[in-house]
């Protein structure tokens, strides 16, 4: 009478994730532009992280006028531009089922908003794409990963521009017609909903604290949705049976005590930081509740009558989002302990561990966060980030035995299965990451997720020789059997 769910399904797309401004390098090459990754400064743990973020006029002139990348390690990468082969290679060797990837605007498009590509960018992906395919592994693009066309910003003032959509669906569309042949899978924006934690990253705006700056984030993330939409609607018309979706950052938040402020204001920061992106990529609605956040904030968003037709009419097929860790709401703030999160500060669970970095790792809330979702939209989800940063060692034999990362990643795995039992429908799972990559949040290497070590340090030293860690072979295994290895007594 009632269907019944095993676990896994056959079709599973289980694999691993990486973005090109953490991994490709090659800043100057192929007639790459730059990005606002390329000004992303390396690692000093005696800048906080509210510095790191901040932004000015003068910052971005002093990136664009700085040749070289001891400063700017994203420049850098881990050298995937030339080590692709042997990268994707490995994860073949893994059994992935699926590479998520991103495109770099501007090697495609150096200052984001040319004419006419950049051969030697197309020629490029059209190298990275045919190896994935090749090994059998399915791309999961995401078209626009924190890597804005410098450009864009400096010249144009970042998305808070209407232009910049004109510009992205040229570049989408080139894609689409490049690519749509060879990939199934792709993401608008990646963590859509970093714009509140990020805006530069997400947005290309900066001068945090300026007098306009919350209006122009808001503006700018509309013009994303209508992006977004643009390309829901142009892929569709190009290739049916292609899907898109959108991606946020997945705050789940649970209240602090049973104080019913508590439980309140946990709801107000779900809908805020995050159902109101993916109420609008889905839905296609504004919601309700915006219209009080945006009134009480005095912001105004300056749109075209046809934008809520396109959002309405082009929506996203599925749900995407990372996962690393839950946080708590609280209307006691100040009488709780603080931790470091993805993007942003949160206040710390009791009840949880936290890694080295302070994350705090909650398997149980990947279950809760995959069935409160699926309940809300309906739609498939694909989980595309999950991981833990960890400062991986090589013992004496040159080996690396990250038992904390096949703990980690083991219990968030057992955690999908029990969704899908309960009934969800999950399409696929990255981790984050294929192998070790520039951290996105502080530019450092010793922050490693990956399943391959890659030999560099913190000052752009090393071999760049890949290393499988043991982790490698324990998800080999987990692939290979569709997750039954997971139940298996050691």
Same mark, same amino acid.
């Given at each position: *009478?009632f269907? !019944?769910?095993a676990g896994?399904?056959?079709?599973?797309?289980w694999?691993?994730?990486? #973005?090109a401004?953490?991994?490709?390098?090659?800043?100057?090459e192929?007639?790459?532009?730059? $990005?606002v990754a390329d000004?992303a400064?390396r690692?000093?743990?005696?800048?906080?992280?509210?510095?790191? +973020?901040?932004?000015?006029?003068?910052?971005?002139?002093?990136?664009i006028?700085?040749e070289?990348t001891?400063?700017?390690?994203k !420049? #850098?990468g881990v050298?995937?531009y030339?080590?692709?082969?042997?990268?994707i290679?490995?994860c073949a060797?893994m059994?992935? +089922?699926? &590479?998520?990837?991103s495109i770099?605007?501007s090697?495609?498009f150096? =200052?984001?908003?040319e004419?006419?590509?950049n051969?030697a960018?197309l020629?490029?992906y059209?190298?990275v794409?045919?190896?994935?395919?090749?090994y059998g592994m399915?791309?999961l693009?995401t %078209? /626009?990963?924190?890597?804005?066309p410098?450009?864009?910003?400096?010249?144009?003032g970042g998305? +808070?521009?209407r232009?910049?959509?004109d510009?992205?669906?040229?570049?989408?569309?080139?894609l689409?017609d490049?690519?749509?042949?060879?990939?199934?899978y792709w993401?608008?924006?990646?963590? %859509?909903?970093?714009?509140?934690? $990020?805006?530069?990253?997400s947005?290309g705006?900066?001068?945090?604290g300026?007098?306009h700056f919350?209006?122009?984030?808001?503006q700018?993330?509309?013009?994303?949705?209508? @992006?977004?939409?643009l390309?829901?609607?142009?892929?569709h018309?190009k290739?049916?049976?292609?899907?898109?979706?959108?991606m946020?950052?997945?705050f $789940?938040t649970?209240? @602090?005590t049973?104080?019913?402020e508590?439980? *309140?204001?946990?709801?107000?920061?779900e809908?805020?930081?995050?159902?109101?992106f993916t109420?609008v990529?889905l839905?296609?609605t504004?919601?309700r509740y915006i219209?009080?956040y945006f009134?009480?904030h005095?912001? #105004?968003i300056? @749109?075209q009558?046809?934008? &809520?037709e396109?959002?309405?009419?082009?929506t996203?097929?599925?749900?995407?989002?990372?996962?690393? *860790? /839950?946080?708590i709401?609280?209307?006691?703030k100040?009488?709780?302990?603080?931790?470091?999160?993805?993007?942003?500060?949160?206040l +710390?669970?009791?009840y949880?561990?936290t890694?080295?970095?302070?994350?705090?790792?909650d398997?149980i809330?990947?279950?809760?966060t995959?069935n $409160?979702?699926?309940?809300r939209y309906? @739609?498939?989800l694909?989980?595309?980030?999950?991981?833990?940063?960890?400062n991986?060692?090589l013992?004496?034999?040159g080996?690396?035995?990250?038992d904390?990362?096949?703990?980690y990643l083991?219990k968030?795995i057992?955690?999908?299965?029990?969704?899908i %039992?309960d009934?969800?429908e999950?399409?696929g799972?990255?981790a984050?990451?294929? &192998?070790d990559?520039?951290?996105?949040?502080t /530019?450092e290497? /010793?922050?490693r997720y990956g399943?391959i070590?890659?030999?560099?340090?913190?000052?752009?030293?090393g071999?760049?020789? !890949?290393? =499988?860690k043991?982790s490698?072979?324990?998800y080999?295994?987990v %692939?290979?059997?569709?997750?039954?290895?997971?139940s298996?007594?050691?």
């Amino acid at each position: *009478m009632f269907e !019944r769910f095993a676990g896994f399904p056959d079709r599973f797309l289980w694999g691993g994730a990486i #973005s090109a401004p953490q991994a490709e390098g090659a800043y100057q090459e192929g007639g790459k532009g730059l $990005t606002v990754a390329d000004m992303a400064l390396r690692y000093d743990k005696s800048v906080s992280r509210k510095e790191r +973020k901040y932004v000015d006029r003068q910052r971005i002139e002093d990136a664009i006028n700085y040749e070289g990348t001891d400063k700017y390690p994203k !420049r #850098s990468g881990v050298d995937f531009y030339h080590r692709y082969k042997e990268d994707i290679k490995l994860c073949a060797e893994m059994g992935f +089922k699926v &590479f998520r990837m991103s495109i770099s605007w501007s090697r495609i498009f150096p =200052k984001g908003n040319e004419q006419h590509p950049n051969q030697a960018g197309l020629d490029f992906y059209d190298q990275v794409i045919g190896k994935i395919v090749d090994y059998g592994m399915e791309p999961l693009i995401t %078209i /626009s990963h924190f890597d804005l066309p410098l450009h864009l910003v400096a010249e144009h003032g970042g998305w +808070k521009n209407r232009e910049l959509i004109d510009f992205y669906v040229r570049y989408a569309t080139l894609l689409f017609d490049r690519y749509g042949d060879k990939v199934k899978y792709w993401i608008a924006f990646n963590e %859509i909903n970093g714009a509140r934690f $990020t805006p530069f990253n997400s947005l290309g705006i900066y001068a945090e604290g300026s007098e306009h700056f919350v209006q122009d984030c808001y503006q700018a993330v509309h013009h994303q949705f209508v @992006a977004s939409a643009l390309a829901a609607k142009i892929l569709h018309k190009k290739y049916p049976e292609a899907k898109i979706g959108c991606m946020i950052a997945k705050f $789940t938040t649970y209240p @602090a005590t049973c104080n019913p402020e508590d439980a *309140m204001l946990s709801v107000i920061d779900e809908q805020i930081d995050n159902y109101f992106f993916t109420d609008v990529l889905l839905r296609g609605t504004y919601p309700r509740y915006i219209h009080r956040y945006f009134n009480e904030h005095d912001i #105004s968003i300056q @749109a075209q009558d046809e934008d &809520f037709e396109l959002l309405k009419e082009h929506t996203a097929d599925f749900l995407a989002f990372s996962y690393y *860790m /839950s946080s708590i709401s609280s209307s006691k703030k100040e009488d709780l302990e603080k931790t470091d999160g993805n993007l942003r500060e949160q206040l +710390k669970n009791p009840y949880l561990e936290t890694s080295e970095w302070g994350w705090q790792i909650d398997p149980i809330g990947l279950r809760y966060t995959l069935n $409160t979702l699926y309940d809300r939209y309906q @739609a498939p989800l694909f989980i595309v980030e999950n991981g833990i940063g960890a400062n991986d060692t090589l013992d004496e034999h040159g080996e690396i035995h990250d038992d904390y990362r096949i703990s980690y990643l083991s219990k968030h795995i057992e955690q999908i299965r029990e969704s899908i %039992i309960d009934g969800v429908e999950v399409i696929g799972y990255t981790a984050w990451s294929s &192998f070790d990559i520039v951290s996105s949040g502080t /530019s450092e290497m /010793s922050k490693r997720y990956g399943f391959i070590y890659v030999d560099l340090d913190n000052h752009g030293e090393g071999t760049l020789n !890949r290393i =499988k860690k043991d982790s490698f072979h324990w998800y080999q295994k987990v %692939i290979e059997t569709n997750g039954a290895s997971l139940s298996e007594k050691e």
